[in-house]
């Protein structure tokens, strides 16, 4: 489960390495990389929401 | 990517074995996908034309300070149809016509998996097109809210509103039906061996848009639903006299609105990464970053909705949240940019039309992208909010972009769809007189947005005069070049100039490599191996 979030931690960048997306295609299921998409991004927003809330404390 | 079945196997055997309808019945009944695609592109050219004239006559307008032509009711009706023509009636359908046409050839199946609703999905936009258009012959003439039908405008016109709300209804459920038809046929129907990571990045890109479709389509429903029931039914949704909230419509339509700007670049994303590696005879740089960075932009798209209302009272942690996620979808969306430029980088390069169009695509698109970056800074925002920049922007990145890219698709596949070349110099010259023209008209809408000038007005002070008169010289120009575009096409289906199989050196997918020119009615009976 962690390799699918950190492909998907790089995707969100947009960039993966071949040797990297290689192992992927071989490992991850899709079903792990989109569960580990949408908590990502749910992470990603709960983030940015910290971010705004310690500049506007 | 190869197959073991010798090329053009399966290909063209059926042909003459069972007739199909002629004529309009033909068309009427079709479930066969290319004869769908070919609807839905002919439809699109025409809404684009009948949008387009919108568009003229709001820039003949607009020429001189004071009111010429148009009267201002007139005027605000002009500027909403022609958004609405655009966004559901030109370029979401063509891009639903290049889906029919390509992706069963792209992924080796012999068409799409729901044929006959494919066939429904068609034929539904057509009565919403003729509403949208019949609605300016209604008393108190077509909606004038703009596009985006907030209320409390949209509440207070006429029977136009109803016959908009329904247009944009049949458009969803079509839409929705397209949708899951493109879902099933990518997950179910590809050859053996074409497995998610070989298919060719179009697919990639629609089979993520029609996700995209799928989640907001029902938003849009529920948002006009909502309007209808406010105006006949007695609610107050977005009534703030019974109770309700006008921004709340701005957040639910704001919420398909701007996966919505995706559902329309993303398509183009894909036909983008055909053409540069085809005629840069180079594969694309990154393919597995490009599928990445697709499906980031999707999800990403879903958070940043709020950046289209900061003017309208949102807290300022809203505000503040929307900026950042706003600035950051640029990151996977700078990430494309960079694979396209490298995927050139020291390639065998020849510069046809299509590869133009993209290379057009790519760096005005860049500009829309930028000009998106400085909307999104909440102070600059509040300053430039309804002003002709937002015009400039958002025409950089769906006319130069998707608009673009769907010239750059249509010559690239003509061959394959007609069996005939295009006239090169035409399509050239329609590039140039394009690219001329569009950045005469939309350039320098920027400095008048800068400037101060409102959008969506019939009448100017005088000193937008000058800029307004440059942008509407551009503005024909770019319009009356695209009648080239329109003669090519005929003339390239009507000429005898045959063209290969593969007519592009560098164009590696299964319609390239195993199909001929012009494709045949039925494709693929026995899937292709892929290795």
């Known amino acids: ?8 931690f790089w995707s969100f960048f947009g960039v993966r390495k071949k040797k990297e997306y290689d192992k992927d295609a071989k490992t991850l299921s899709p079903q792990a990389v989109i569960a580990a998409g949408i908590v990502s991004t749910l992470l990603f927003v709960l983030a940015l929401l910290a971010l705004v809330k310690f500049i506007t404390r | 990517m190869s197959a073991a079945v010798p090329a053009h196997d399966s290909a063209h055997h059926d042909d003459h074995a069972h007739a199909h309808p002629t004529g309009l019945t033909r068309w009427l009944f079709t479930t066969n996908h290319k004869d769908i695609g070919t609807l839905y592109l002919f439809f699109a050219l025409a809404m684009f034309f009948l949008g387009g004239s919108m568009a003229l006559a709001m820039r003949a307008e607009l020429f001189q300070p004071g009111l010429q032509y148009l009267n201002p009711e007139f005027f605000n ?27 069963p050839m792209q992924i080796g199946a012999a068409d799409m998996a729901f044929p006959r609703m494919n066939n429904w999905s068609f034929w539904l936009v057509v009565p919403a097109a003729i509403l949208l258009v019949a609605s300016f012959f209604v ?21 136009s509103i109803d016959m908009t709300i329904l247009a944009v209804h049949i458009l969803g459920a079509s839409s ?3 949708s899951i ?37 029902p938003v849009l429903a529920g948002a006009v639903t909502m309007l209808l029931t406010d105006r006949h039914f007695g609610t107050s949704f977005f009534n703030a006299a019974g109770g309700g909230d006008p921004t709340m419509f701005m957040h639910i339509f704001w919420f398909f609105g701007h996966p919505e700007v995706y559902i329309m670049i993303l398509p ?71 694979n396209w430029i490298a995927t050139m980088w020291q390639g065998s390069m020849t510069f046809e039309t299509p590869m133009l169009f993209s290379i057009g695509f790519l760096c005005l698109f860049t500009i829309g992208g930028f000009s998106g970056l400085v909307l999104a800074v909440v102070p600059v925002d509040i300053t430039l909010h309804n002003t002709y920049y937002v015009v400039a922007h958002f025409h950089y990145v769906l006319v130069s972009g998707a608009l673009f890219a769907l010239f750059a698709g249509a010559y690239f596949w003509l061959p394959k769809f007609t069996g005939n070349m295009y006239n090169e110099s035409l399509g050239k010259l329609h590039f140039w007189l394009s690219v001329i023209g569009f950045n005469i008209a939309f350039f320098p809408q920027h400095f008048l947005g800068l400037a101060g000038m409102p959008r969506r007005i019939p009448d100017y002070a005088l000193q937008f005069a000058e800029w307004n008169m440059w942008s509407s010289i551009g503005a024909f120009v770019f319009g009356f070049s695209q009648l080239l575009f329109l003669y090519n096409v005929i003339e390239c289906i009507r000429s005898n100039r045959k063209a290969a199989d593969n007519p592009w050196e560098g164009a590696d997918t299964l319609e390239w490599t195993h199909l001929p020119s012009p494709a045949p009615y039925h494709t693929f009976e026995t899937a292709p191996v892929v290795k």
């Open chain 1, 1 to 8: 489960m962690m390799d699918a979030f950190r492909a998907v």
């Open chain 2, 77 to 103: 009706s002009l500027t909403t149809v022609h958004g609405l023509v655009m966004v559901f009636g030109a370029i979401m359908p063509a891009w639903v016509g290049f889906a029919n046409w390509l992706i």
């Open chain 2, 139 to 159: 008393p108190g003439g077509a909606a004038a809210s703009g596009w985006t039908l907030y209320p409390p405008l949209i509440i207070q016109q006429g029977i």
């Open chain 2, 176 to 178: 929705i039906m397209g």
């Open chain 2, 181 to 217: 038809n493109i879902i099933t046929t990518i997950l179910n129907l590809r050859a053996p061996g074409m497995t998610l990571m070989k298919m060719p990045l179009f697919v990639w890109t629609w089979l993520i848009t029609a996700y995209l479709l799928i989640a907001v389509m």
């Open chain 2, 268 to 338: 183009a994303f894909g036909v983008v990464s055909a053409i540069i590696p085809a005629f840069a005879r180079k594969p694309l740089f990154g393919y597995a970053s490009m599928v990445y960075a697709t499906a980031s932009i999707a999800l990403l798209s879903f958070i940043v909705w709020g950046h289209h209302m900061f003017t309208v009272g949102m807290p300022a942690a809203g505000n503040l949240f929307f900026m950042y996620a706003t600035m950051l979808i640029a990151v996977p969306t700078g990430v494309k940019i960079f």
